[in-house]
T-cell receptor, first 109, second 115 residues
Framework: GQNIDQPTEMTATEGAIVQINCTYQ??????LFWYQQHAGEAPTFLSY??LDGLEEKGRFSSFLSRSKGYSYLLLKELQMKDSASYLC??????????WGAGTKLIIKP | DGGITQSPKYLFRKEGQNVTLSCEQN?????MYWYRQDPGQGLRLIYY???????QKGDIAEGYSVSREKKESFPLTVTSAQKNPTAFYLC??????????????FGAGSRLTVL
């Protein structure tokens, strides 16, 4: 079966750095997405990785290793507004998105 | 401003009733999707449509129905046959379906509670 694993919840301190991991086992691979979702709101797109390596976008970076079935989202200089759930999703060989359950990130002052 | 509008935001239903959730987009996107979100689970695809007048079942289509008569609109009906309909429903769209960098734009969601 297809599977996406993420930690359920993480806690970090304002101003610090946090890394949210995502491992996957899917039928084929056509890219990995990260979305941010504040409670009760719509998910919003953060990043897309299809090749191995690090993609940097401001305070957020996303890394992919296809051979290991592994990605992480790195958030730097954490702000209180970064408190949200972070969803990892993989596009399989049929171009269908397989979603992880999301990681709830709690930022403390 | 372009975006996706879902309505209603909150909906209560008695058992045995059908309800329809509205989803309208003005992004000129070809593909539209309905997902269900439950606590502790990933998003699950109910139905999707890549062009007008055509749609396909997702992983959990039983008890749901859709239509795509206009490019802008993709309403979802939750029928009385859906055994556990209480959930948060998300509508999404993308420029096209079936491609790699297929970024989804989501609506704000509709929370359905069955009493």
């Amino acid at each position: 079966g297809q599977n996406i694993d993420q930690p359920t919840e993480m806690t970090a301190t304002e101003g610090a750095i946090v890394q949210i991991n995502c491992t996957y086992q899917t039928s084929g691979f056509n890219g990995l997405f990260w979305y941010q979702q504040h409670a009760g709101e719509a998910p919003t797109f953060l990043s897309y990785n299809v090749l191995d390596g690090l993609e940097e976008k401001g305070r957020f970076s996303s890394f992919l290793s296809r051979s290991k079935g592994y990605s992480y989202l790195l958030l730097k200089e954490l702000q209180m507004k970064d408190s949200a759930s972070y969803l990892c999703a993989v596009m399989d060989s049929n171009y269908q998105l397989i979603w992880g359950a999301g990681t709830k990130l709690i930022i403390k002052p | 401003d372009g975006g996706i509008t879902q309505s209603p935001k909150y909906l209560f239903r008695k058992e045995g009733q059908n309800v329809t959730l509205s989803c309208e987009q003005n992004l000129n996107h070809d593909a539209m999707y309905w997902y269900r979100q439950d606590p502790g689970q990933g998003l699950r695809l109910i139905y999707y449509s890549q062009i007008v007048n055509d749609f396909q079942k997702g992983d959990i289509a039983e008890g749901y129905s859709v239509s795509r008569e206009k490019k802008e609109s993709f309403p979802l009906t939750v029928t009385s046959a859906q055994k556990n309909p209480t959930a948060f429903y998300l509508c999404a769209s993308s420029i096209t379906g079936g491609s790699g960098a297929n970024v989804l734009t989501f609506g704000a969601g509709s929370r359905l509670t069955v009493l």
